[in-house]
């Protein structure tokens, strides 16, 4: 959704980077692209006057005049204001000393709520708590089956006593029987009956903003007391969110605000307006379709996203949520045992990375990968599906040891996977990689190997090493100095002794001298060149 404020953002700072020192002018300028990045993004005309008002005068105060990097200075200026308008801090829910804890949701028909309420349950299921869902949408046409279907893939209960709308159009008019505000009182004593400690009520939207919707929310609200009212949300309405959030601040009251749809593509200014104008914190974002795409809100993380820092500490809590933990633990003892890495492995390994959610959302979290945004969008994540599709159609024998798969079984794994035999070539090519560098780490103990050791890692390296023989260019015109510069090659291919060569020509050695005999060589003459090695 920042993708554009991202890229407008990045580039500013890109270009102060070439100034050693900043002008008032520098700063000006650099204020002025913001403005107008923040105005593309559709954040709402006072926050954008606030921040750039609070960044201007911090950048020609003494923290950057005095700083060693001023351009850096101003990055860091420019994120602190971020998280400052996104809500400063992070903020949990607050939990009711005496359960239940009694969680009403509002917002506009559409904003997600329904689906949120399945997503909170999950996340605070997650975090050993007992909630139930409490069906107070009467009047969308359906409403009611929907939440018990989230409710049934969430793997919570769902009090439903009246199945409401199921067919009328007319949303401001109630089915026969139905009493919103009874359902959601109702609930509350269901769950004090069944000793659940949250109660998530969904309450009906509009398609806009209107009394009797204000009306039926407020009654519901006095009727259970809830210890938080979100609002939700839609982050790609634009600047009709914040006018949404005002009339339901103003109306109802919300202690927070929850962010759905937060993976689209628009340009994302409710998100960065919200919190500043209605004064209340966001406290949770909805990022995706699944039940699981549902993340608390940190304002400094969002922040380094939108400057393309990366969000480490998300990525590393998502895999650590996804990766089963006696899994790697086995994993890591197979390798300190000294076993080979297998298929069976990598594929247990791609799954448990494919749980933590997609790939491109994965690698989108790590910092400077909004320069390869490109390559990402056109990264495939059914490439994942045809290794897993490989590998599967492989026996047990294969897949612990790849190197007795023949040409006529790689046709035939191909067939049965529905790949070529190409991608099966690529593939074993890839793995054998990947196990050679999983029995590097086993020898160093878990380390990756000193960039000393590989070939071609720097100017001294390369001269611990024999030149590789050259095959075209640098040949005599002679046959027969030509023959010995072959056999030459040929002796240094074996480790055998070369035959003398003519002063000064390797290295610029000899300058009229015969060279040293290569026999009396000395190889740890060079270790004053590496630190003693």
């Known amino acids: 959704m920042f993708n554009n404020l991202s890229d407008r953002l990045t580039s500013t700072f890109r270009n102060l980077r070439t100034r050693g020192r900043l002008s008032e002018a520098d700063v000006d300028a650099t204020v002025r692209e913001i403005r107008r990045a923040l105005l593309d993004a559709d954040v709402a005309v006072p926050v954008v006057r606030q921040f750039t008002a609070a960044v201007r005068e911090r950048a020609l105060g003494a923290e950057v005049s005095g700083a060693l990097n001023p351009a850096q200075q101003v990055v860091k200026i420019v994120h602190d204001e971020l998280v400052a308008i996104l809500g400063g801090s992070t903020r949990q829910l607050t939990l009711a000393k005496r359960p239940p804890t009694v969680i009403l949701l509002a917002g506009l028909q559409g904003a997600g709520k329904t689906t949120l309420a399945g997503k909170l349950a999950v996340h605070l299921r997650e975090q050993g708590h007992t909630p139930v869902l409490v069906a107070a949408d009467l009047q969308r046409p359906n409403a009611v089956t929907q939440l018990q279907v989230v409710g049934e893939r969430a793997g919570v209960p769902v009090f439903a006593p009246h199945p409401g709308n199921q067919a009328a159009v007319d949303l401001d008019t109630l089915p026969l029987g139905a009493d919103p505000v009874a359902v959601?009182?109702?609930?509350?004593?269901?769950?004090?009956?069944?000793?659940?400690?949250?109660?998530?009520?969904?309450?009906?939207?509009?398609?806009?903003?209107?009394?009797?919707?204000?009306?039926?929310?407020a009654d519901i609200r006095d009727a259970v007391q809830p210890d938080e009212i979100l609002f939700v949300v839609d982050a790609m309405i634009g600047q009709d969110a914040v006018a949404t959030a005002n009339a339901f601040a103003e109306g109802v009251g919300f202690t927070g605000v929850v962010l759905s749809k937060l993976d689209g593509d628009a340009r994302g200014g409710a998100a960065l307006s919200v919190a500043t104008v209605t004064g209340r914190p966001i406290l949770f974002a909805s990022t995706g379709e699944q039940l699981r795409d549902f993340e608390v809100f940190h304002p400094d993380r969002m922040a380094s996203r939108i400057l393309d820092m990366g969000d480490v500490l998300t990525l590393i809590e998502q895999a650590q949520k996804a990766f089963d933990a006696e899994q790697t633990e086995r994993m890591a003892g197979k390798l300190a045992a000294g076993e080979d890495f297998t298929l069976d492995d990598f594929l247990m390994q791609m799954q448990q990375l494919r749980n933590a959610g997609p790939l491109k959302k994965m690698l989108g979290m790590l910092p400077g990968m909004g320069q390869m945004r490109e390559a990402l969008d056109s990264f495939d994540e059914r490439e994942v599906d045809r290794i897993q599709?490989?590998?599967?159609?492989?026996?047990?024998?294969?897949?612990?040891?790849?190197?007795?798969?023949?040409?006529?079984?790689r046709a035939r794994i191909a067939r049965g996977s529905g790949t070529q035999p190409s991608e099966i070539n690529q593939l074993l090519e890839r793995f054998d990689q990947a196990q050679k560098m999983m029995r590097q780490m086993a020898k160093s103990g878990g380390n990756m190997p000193g960039l000393g050791n590989m070939p071609g890692s720097g100017k001294k390296a390369r001269g611990r090493q024999a030149p590789p023989p050259k095959k075209a260019k640098g040949k005599s015109g002679n046959p027969a100095k030509r023959a010995l510069q072959e056999q030459q090659a040929?002796?240094?291919?074996?480790?055998?002794?070369?035959?003398?060569?003519?002063?000064?020509?390797?290295?610029?050695l000899g300058q009229g001298k015969p060279p040293a005999d290569p026999g009396e060589f000395d190889p740890t003459s060079f270790g004053k060149l590496f630190g003693g090695r």
Not at 395 to 409: F, L, Q, V, W
Request: proline content about 7%; cysteine-free; glycine content about 10%.
């Open 184 to 217: 959601a009182r109702d609930g509350v004593a269901f769950a004090l009956d069944k000793q659940h400690d949250v109660v998530i009520v969904d309450t009906a939207g509009r398609l806009g903003v209107d009394e009797a919707m204000m009306r039926q929310a």
């Open 389 to 409: 599709a490989i590998i599967q159609s492989m026996t047990p024998a294969e897949r612990d040891t790849p190197k007795i798969i023949n040409g006529s079984r």
């Open 490 to 508: 040929a002796n240094r291919q074996v480790g055998a002794p070369a035959a003398p060569t003519a002063p000064g020509s390797a290295f610029g």
